[in-house]
């Protein structure tokens, strides 16, 4: 069932129930907190304390008659004035000389005026003020024009971390051993800056941190400024993007103005590509765009300042294709530095710093994990670790094991186990081979990686099995006969579908999808077709954002540039076709096998197929 929420109200209709309160405090219980009471009496009871000599205070005129006795606190009378010509007489009598003086005194009109109505209309004011600061903080913080406060038009909203930056030092980042060269010459310059000075060096007034998402440019930037131990101010590029022209600019000017008071100290600008895209004059005539004005400011702020106080900027981004050439001159940002993906070593180095975190068993191999996570990014890996901790304890175990770390891998890469994933048996059979054909086409070439791990296991991702390759070293480089291995790699599952069952699937989905990729990049950007030769038929963008491609040739030549791709596919295709046909009982027997056991290791595969290959040789000798 659902959650029926009752709708919220506007903030107007509060402030609405407010007002009418305070107008009915105003008119009924503010007079009567304000004046003295006074009780009604009869002419006799006023006689009587006369009389008695318990007056003390009489006021006499044309109506009534006002007074008091002389009880503590002492208390206040009215009645009717009576035609008694004794009245004066009796006063008399009873002490009281002088009774036409008022006894209660009426308030000031000043001070009735800022009772009744300027204390009303303040404390309305403030509570109106109250409410809507409460309200501009639920949206985003009142602190800036980010959250929405009228009142704070132009305030940068920077987050400035004062001396500590949270303990994080270069000891903390592992795997970007280059970039933190780098940077620790920013470091030395903010602790040294005599040693500079006397040779007539400056320093760089800024470095771009470049490179793909989750490699650390964030966490470089922090350490930078933990080792300085200077006020670090950390800023995202989407917060200077406002929706009204000119506040933008008008925090780029309040950061720098921080900035230069907190000297020495670093700047840290994230995602700088949103507010440092390059100009484009076409696409603003007529007008001025309020990034373009944000990006004006940047430039003059970053020529204004002088670098010799220590004033350093930082910015990270991972579209440095799309930045304006003028923000990367020589004087604003003069050090361009890569923050790519770790290599082997420095996978293994990450995974120890974060290893760090939680218990680990005492047989738990981190090259071997290294290896199985290949291209993973600092974040990955962190997840992976964190992963691995969590398969721990829903396993009840108090520590990590090399399986919690193995598992994890597949997770980040393929997703989770699907446990009410049932396939049939004639699925998982297809599916079987599928992979098998894979491992064996792999197998059979000399220039593959080895095959460490096969599943039919179906995972989150969608994938109903997959093989896993893992790379004995780091492969900076490859060959045309490699990248044609893998290939056939990829048509190996097609291949064995069809010899085994006469009938395709769309289970080879992605593996299409791949080595179409690659043969296509073999043709229009390695230069490895006979062909074209080494001519550049296509032009790769955000190469840190997964590369976007787009082709720079005539119509003519794409369309020999598909057949060549068809035919390269085609060519690998029936190579893995031989492969397959040539060792029919290898595939058989490796598909029945990973059938019963559903997950297989490298070694597992291997010692079966040496098996089977064992024994056609000695068949063929007999």
Not at 189 to 207: F, Q, T, V
Not at 252 to 264: C, M
Not at 452 to 479: C, F, W
Not at 584 to 606: P, R, V, W
């Amino acid at each position: 069932m659902e959650e029926v929420k009752t709708p919220k109200r506007p903030l107007l209709y509060y402030l609405l129930i407010v007002m009418v309160v305070m107008m009915l405090l105003n008119m009924f219980v503010f007079p009567r907190m304000l004046s003295p009471q006074v009780e009604e009496a009869d002419y006799g009871q006023f006689l009587k304390m006369a009389k008695e000599g318990k007056l003390t205070e009489v006021q006499v005129t044309d109506t009534e008659i006002v007074f008091s006795d002389n009880s503590e606190p002492k208390k206040y009378y009215t009645t009717g004035r009576m035609e008694d010509p004794f009245l004066v007489d009796r006063l008399e009598q009873a002490g009281i000389a002088t009774y036409g003086a008022p006894i209660v005194e009426e308030m000031s009109p000043f001070l009735s005026i800022l009772l009744s109505w300027v204390l009303p209309l303040l404390i309305f004011a403030l509570l109106g003020r109250f409410l809507m600061n409460s309200v501009m903080k639920k949206m985003g913080g009142a602190g800036g024009l980010g959250g929405g406060n009228v009142m704070s038009f132009g305030k940068s909203n920077a987050k400035v971390y004062v001396q500590s930056t949270d303990g994080i030092r270069f000891s903390d980042v592992a795997g970007e051993d280059e970039a933190k060269e780098l940077l620790t010459e920013i470091v030395d310059y903010l602790h040294n800056p005599g040693r500079y000075a006397e040779i007539g060096a400056s320093i760089p007034k800024g470095a771009l941190l470049v490179g793909p998402p989750g490699t650390g440019k964030t966490l470089l930037a922090k350490a930078v400024a933990g080792e300085a131990n200077v006020p670090f101010f950390s800023i995202s590029g989407s917060e200077f993007v406002e929706m009204f022209v000119g506040m933008g600019a008008a925090k780029v000017r309040d950061l720098f103005k921080q900035a230069n008071e907190k000297a020495p100290c670093i700047v840290f600008i994230d995602e700088i590509d949103t507010i440092g895209k390059k100009r484009d004059t076409a696409a603003n005539i007529g007008g001025n765009d309020e990034r373009e004005q944000t990006l004006n400011q940047l430039l003059t702020e970053m020529d204004g300042f002088d670098a010799r106080k220590g004033v350093i900027i930082l910015a990270a981004t991972n579209r440095p294709d799309s930045l304006d050439p003028a923000l990367l001159r020589p004087g604003r940002f003069d050090r361009r530095i890569p923050v790519e993906l770790p290599d082997l070593a420095g996978r293994e180095a990450i995974l120890k710093v974060h290893a760090k975190k939680v218990k680990i068993g005492d047989k738990v191999n981190f090259a071997a994990i290294a290896k199985m996570a290949a291209g993973a990014s600092g974040a990955e890996l962190a997840n992976m670790v964190n992963e691995a901790a969590l398969r721990a304890v829903r396993a009840g175990r108090k520590y990590v094991t090399q399986s919690d770390l193995e598992e994890s891998v597949e997770v980040v890469i393929a997703g989770y186990q699907k446990k009410n994933a049932i396939l049939s048996d004639h699925e998982k059979m297809v599916v079987a081979y599928h992979e098998i054909g894979h491992a064996l086409v792999a197998a059979l070439q000399s220039h593959s990686a080895p095959v460490t791990k096969i599943t039919i296991v179906p995972r989150t991702s969608g994938a109903l099995g997959y093989t896993m390759q893992v790379e004995q070293d780091d492969h900076n480089l490859m060959s045309k006969e490699e990248l044609e291995n893998k290939i056939a790699t990829y048509t190996g599952g097609r291949v064995a579908e069809d010899l085994i069952f006469h009938s395709i699937t769309t289970g080879a989905a992605n593996d299409i999808e791949q080595a179409t990729k690659l043969a296509r990049a073999m043709v229009t950007r390695f230069g490895m077709s006979e062909e074209f030769g080494m001519v550049a038929l296509e032009t790769m963008s955000n190469q840190y954002l997964g590369g976007d491609a787009s082709l720079a040739c005539s119509p003519e030549t794409a369309t020999e540039i598909d057949r060549k791709v068809v035919a390269l596919v085609k060519e690998q295709y029936e190579k893995a076709e031989g492969l397959l046909r040539s060792h029919m009982k290898e595939l058989n027997s490796l598909a029945q096998y990973l059938y019963q056991y559903e997950t297989i290791t490298g070694d597992e595969f291997m010692d079966v197929l040496n098996t089977e290959v064992n024994e056609s040789g000695q068949e063929q000798t007999e």
